[in-house]
């Protein structure tokens, strides 16, 4: 009966005979090691081999977030995974001997950047540093940059809001021609074409309040 639904399922798709990891290419592990202890130093260990060979693109994604943030075995899983509450106290035992004693005090505002300062104790003094709000970032929305090497992005030459757009999508334009006006630094900004062409997408429209580089409208010949 399940070989049956099996084969119905499969139709004419091709299937494995046998186990899996028969068919597969057979590993150097050598030369795997080698090259992590390349990329990663010679503190590769035999689990790290077997997870690279396993889950390459999770072994690498957690070197990097390790390269970046520190050994993660020191936290248990819920303050990692979750975070600590507000006025929670924990420590972290770094080695034999070093303890860190924290306590978490304060959340932020988010700002621009999706970012909260927060505020705790850490051995009896106050610090604060700047976290990401993941969870808030996916509901913000940030302005996407001009990209000096894409010919036509046009950004914005500094902060200000836009008070007016002159041209639209299709619009002919000549190089020099103006393009908006910002309101930046209580005056007001032209910004010109820098070649000719025809408008492909504007990305702004007044009152847009721009940051230094906020892509504008885009220009193709």
């Known amino acids: 009966m399940l070989l049956s639904y099996f084969n119905s399922v ?21 030369n795997l090691e080698d090259g992590l202890r390349a990329a990663h130093g010679d503190d590769i260990t035999p ?15 957690f070197k990097e977030f390790t390269a970046n943030f ?7 899983t819920r303050l990692f995974l979750d975070g600590p509450k507000i006025a929670e106290e924990f420590e ?20 621009k950047a ?14 604060s540093v700047l976290v990401k709000d993941t969870v808030a970032m996916k509901e913000m929305k ?6 000096k090497s894409i010919k036509g992005q046009v950004g914005a030459p500094m902060p200000g809001k836009v008070l007016e757009v002159k041209v639209k999508v299709g619009s002919k334009v000549e190089k020099g021609q103006p393009l908006c006006v910002l309101s930046a630094m209580k005056m ?13 997408a504007v990305h702004v429209e007044p009152d847009t309040s721009l940051e ?6 885009e220009i193709e010949e």
């Open 188 to 200: 007001e900004t032209v910004v010109n074409s820098p070649m000719s062409g025809t408008v492909k």
């Open 212 to 217: 230094g580089d906020d892509l504008i409208l």
């Open 142 to 147: 940030f302005h996407p940059k001009a990209q």
């Open 114 to 127: 999706g970012q909260r300062e927060v505020f705790f104790e850490l051995n009896g003094q106050l610090r």
């Open 47 to 61: 689990e790290d081999v077997m997870s690279a060979a396993m889950y390459p693109k999770v072994f690498q994604e």
């Open 92 to 111: 972290v035992e770094l080695e034999r001997g070093k303890t860190l004693h924290i306590k978490a005090l304060a959340l932020g505002d988010l700002n």
């Open 10 to 30: 499969l139709k004419s798709l091709p299937r494995i005979e046998g186990r899996p990891g028969a068919s597969l290419p057979a590993m150097d592990f050598k």
């Open 70 to 76: 520190g050994p993660v075995d020191c936290l248990s």
